[in-house]
């Protein structure tokens, strides 16, 4: 089955302060189709600067409870390597979420370009916070 367009978030946390209202916006996303979750990994830097990862699999049975109806149908495409490269850049005692997931609301379009013979020159996501700081300094 091919996927439509996928892509990669990184969400850190300061201070490793996660407070869990990440989860229902996502569920929101996941339940009327608009995203699937493809792949998530966790990273943890502790105080000194150890770094930890966390596969789906491996998290504590209340965070894995949480994920599990949204993550019901996951692909291996990230990787040690991917985390390790994330974590150089966290600062100590902090913490991030990887996550993988195709815009299933894009695919018919992303077919129809394909059939067409079509190709994607650019698409990129602008952060929000880039946005703000532009319609701030036009208004």
């Not at 149908?73 to 990787?79: A, F, K, Q, S, V």
């Amino acid at each position: 089955m091919p996927f439509g367009p996928i892509e990669m978030l990184v969400v850190k946390f300061p201070g490793n302060r996660f407070t869990g209202e990440i989860m229902p916006a996502m569920a929101e996303l996941v339940e009327n189709g608009t995203v699937q979750i493809v792949d998530l990994l966790f990273v943890h830097k502790d105080a000194a600067g150890a770094v930890s990862l966390f596969e789906f699999s491996d998290l504590a049975p209340d965070i894995f409870g949480q994920w599990a109806p949204l993550a019901t149908d996951l692909t291996p495409l990230l990787n040690e390597d991917d985390a390790y490269q994330l974590a150089a850049s966290l600062d100590n005692d902090s913490s991030a979420g990887l996550l993988l997931f195709e815009n299933t609301w894009a695919k018919r379009f992303a077919d129809a370009v394909a059939n067409a013979h079509g190709e994607v020159l650019l698409n990129e996501r602008i952060p929000r916070v880039v946005v703000e700081e532009i319609v701030a300094t036009t208004a």
